[in-house]
């Protein structure tokens, strides 16, 4: 295929050069190498417009057969509007970090009690200056692949992606403790005071959700509960950004969902979870990866009868861990972790009604901007038809949070409101 101008760094000398230093081998000659763009299957975790495989046909002095192998390139936007998003934001430059020190970092911790634990793809290149390349091994060629996002991951599924996650979570709380300014540069998650210009899609569609109330059968209490949310979205949304658990923090994935998950089984036994792109980790408490995670990637079913079950498993293999570990301050308990998740329940609804039905959709060209790297003002989705397929999910999950009060954040604001306006003189 012709090269574009994200893949014009491709050539045999680079190519060469990449299998020496990879493999240790000598006299490599290529035969034959192919660009190919991420597909944009359901199934491919790299189906991004700056993701590539390399396909690559060579001989060498220690293998003189042909031999194949494929990579992954990922590649910063050269051209576009994503251009001045990921330059703003210093997101390309973040995951090399991660690849290069933070989870080599994350492995050596985890080695220490008794096991190899991989949690990510293994790095093969990245370029220094500037920073816009990084070469991944393909994980696929070891038998891993990622769910279909439309069904969303089992019991089992979802219970192994949490219980990695919880490893990711413990060494970064072990490397937090021990130097917090390994992770200065990741301060910035999906919602900060600095992005709100880029947040719009996340009120928007909240008030969408409202507007079409009575359509969907919600009652008229309801629809008026909804109504006033839009106005303290980003509000809510960046205040359980900026939150902890009583001084307890982790790095998160920032983007912990089905696609981003890769599973490989032995036969029909689950053996292992790693975790791909990490453009939009963050510091902060452990709910920002759970709340995200629970809302768009179990199957509604497992989500309605298993939440509880999983957050256990979360933070038994957390305290677990950090126990193994010598983690010397406070861990939350599980009452204090579940508290977390009540007290910012907004961010729950947030992603109920705005992340989950997109998440779970075919449609990846009709999925909006929802991470602010990727936001673009002339992109536009049909929300409406995204919610109305999803409509009996939403319903659901709207009238259960309506029980338990979830919903009354908006309303109890304008309650505080009319009474300072009552008494100001």
């Not at 075919?362 to 038809?385: E, F, G, R």
Request: with cysteine.
């Amino acid at each position: 295929m012709p090269k574009t101008p994200e893949t014009k760094f491709v050539n045999s000398l680079f190519l060469t050069n990449l299998i020496q230093s990879q493999y240790g081998e000598s006299e490599v000659k290529i035969k034959a190498y192919e660009i190919e763009p991420a597909s944009a299957d359901i199934n491919d975790p790299y189906a991004r417009s700056s993701m590539n495989r390399i396909l690559i046909k060579y001989i060498s002095k220690e293998n003189p057969s042909d031999t194949v192998i494929t990579f992954v390139a990922k590649i910063k936007p050269t051209e576009g509007l994503l251009v001045e998003q990921f330059k703003k934001a210093d997101v390309f430059e973040k995951e090399i970090v991660l690849y290069k020190s933070v989870l080599p970092s994350m492995v050596t911790l985890i080695a220490k009690l008794g096991s190899v634990i991989e949690l990510a793809p293994q790095l093969i290149y990245s370029s220094e200056t500037p920073s816009d390349l990084v070469v991944l091994e393909d994980l696929t060629v070891r038998g891993y692949s990622v769910e279909n996002q439309a069904l969303g991951l089992s019991l089992e599924q979802s219970k192994m992606a949490v219980e990695k996650l919880a490893f990711f979570h413990a060494a970064s709380a072990m490397m937090l403790e021990e130097n917090a300014q390994v992770f200065a540069r990741f301060s910035k998650g999906t919602f900060h005071s600095e992005y709100k210009d880029r947040l719009g899609y996340f009120p928007d569609t909240v008030g969408v959700v409202a507007e079409m109330a009575a359509e969907l059968g919600l009652s008229g209490t309801v629809a008026e509960k909804l109504k006033k949310l839009p106005a303290k979205t980003l509000q809510k949304a960046i205040a359980a950004f900026e939150s902890d658990i009583k001084g307890f923090k982790v790095l998160n994935h920032g983007d912990f969902w089905t696609n981003n998950i890769m599973f490989k089984y032995q036969g029909k036994e689950l053996v292992d979870a790693i975790f791909v792109d990490f453009q939009n980790c963050v510091v902060g408490s452990p709910i920002i990866d759970l709340v995200y995670f629970l809302a768009s990637t179990p199957a509604y079913d497992v989500l309605q009868q298993h939440k509880d079950e999983l957050v256990f498993t979360y933070h038994e293999t957390l305290v677990l861990l950090l126990q193994k570990m010598g983690y010397l301050k406070s861990v939350p308990s599980l009452l204090e972790l579940q508290v977390e998740l009540l007290k910012h329940g907004a961010l729950q609804v947030i992603y109920a009604l705005t992340v989950s039905p997109f998440l779970r959709t075919k449609d990846a060209q009709n999925t909006p901007p929802m991470q602010p790297t990727l936001h673009s003002p002339n992109q536009a989705a049909d929300v409406k038809q995204v919610l109305r397929a999803h409509a009996p999910s939403i319903v659901a999950q709207i009238k259960a949070y309506e029980v338990i009060g979830l919903l009354d954040w908006g309303a109890n604001e304008s309650k505080i409101k009319g009474l300072m306006s009552r008494f100001q003189r």
